[in-house]
T-cell receptor, first 111, second 113 residues
Framework: NAGVTQTPKFRVLKTGQSMTLLCAQDMNHEYMYWYRQDPGMGLRLIHYSVGEGTTAKGEVPDGYNVSRLKKQNFLLGLESAAPSQTSVYFC??????????FGPGTRLTVT | GESVGLHLPTLSVQEGDNSIINCAYS??????FIWYKQESGKGPQFIID???NMDKRQGQRVTVLLNKTVKHLSLQIAATQPGDSAVYFCAEVEIYSNYQLIWGAGTKLIIKP
């Protein structure tokens, strides 16, 4: 039981490049979330999903897109990366109780 | 929107002493609250939660207190150890908003030897 995994762990992009972050969970959770965390700050919700095939906007959705084609996977895409998107990205999943389990994070630098 | 915030950004505690981390929240309709621990370079890790119909809940070396009158939440860590060094976040669960968490900014706990 791996819990929540994220790939890649690190990535450097140039402004304007695109990339996709992958999140996978093996706990059969319905809910999945993508957050970003800037240095010294708390987590901000980008997008979330309440089940396979559904997505919804969070607090800071601009510049990001997501897809939930399979229940266990939640993808976060950056179509045209900007330096303001330099951050650590965390994925989380939760069951009905609401307790979220987090992945190890992806550190993204946009130059 | 509603917010959850912390009183102190950094807390230094002597090893072996008890630590108390505080949190204020503003959404009185929230159903429950969670404390997370985040170690450097890692994702947040669940510590303990408490429902709004409770005043106190105890775990292993940790106790969470909820005072709904003043909208205040605290995390008490007994006999603080070096491994407790981390940033601690309180989060408010919005059950009617698909279990979204409203996060505070975090308190960094430093253990002095």
């Amino acid at each position: 039981n791996a819990g929540v995994t994220q790939t890649p762990k690190f990535r450097v992009l140039k402004t304007g490049q695109s990339m996709t972050l992958l999140c996978a969970q093996d706990m059969n959770h319905e809910y999945m979330y993508w957050y970003r965390q800037d240095p010294g700050m708390g987590l901000r919700l980008i997008h979330y999903s309440v089940g396979e095939g559904t997505t919804a906007k969070g607090e800071v959705p601009d510049g990001y897109n997501v897809s939930r084609l399979k229940k266990q996977n939640f993808l976060l895409g950056l179509e045209s990366a900007a330096p303001s998107q330099t951050s650590v990205y965390f994925c989380a999943s939760s069951g009905q109780r609401g307790e979220q389990y987090f992945g190890p994070g992806t550190r993204l630098t946009v130059t | 929107g509603e917010s959850v915030g912390l009183h102190l950004p950094t807390l230094s505690v002597q090893e072996g002493d008890n630590s108390i981390i505080n949190c204020a929240y503003s959404n009185s309709a929230s159903d429950y609250f969670i404390w997370y621990k985040q170690e450097s370079g890692k994702g947040p890790q669940f510590i303990i939660d408490i429902r709004s119909n409770m005043d106190k809940r105890q775990g292993q070396r940790v106790t969470v207190l909820l005072n709904k009158t003043v909208k205040h939440l605290s995390l008490q860590i007994a006999a603080t150890q070096p491994g407790d060094s981390a940033v601690y976040f309180c989060a408010e669960v919005e059950i009617y908003s698909n279990y979204q968490l409203i996060w505070g900014a975090g308190t960094k706990l430093i253990i002095k030897p």
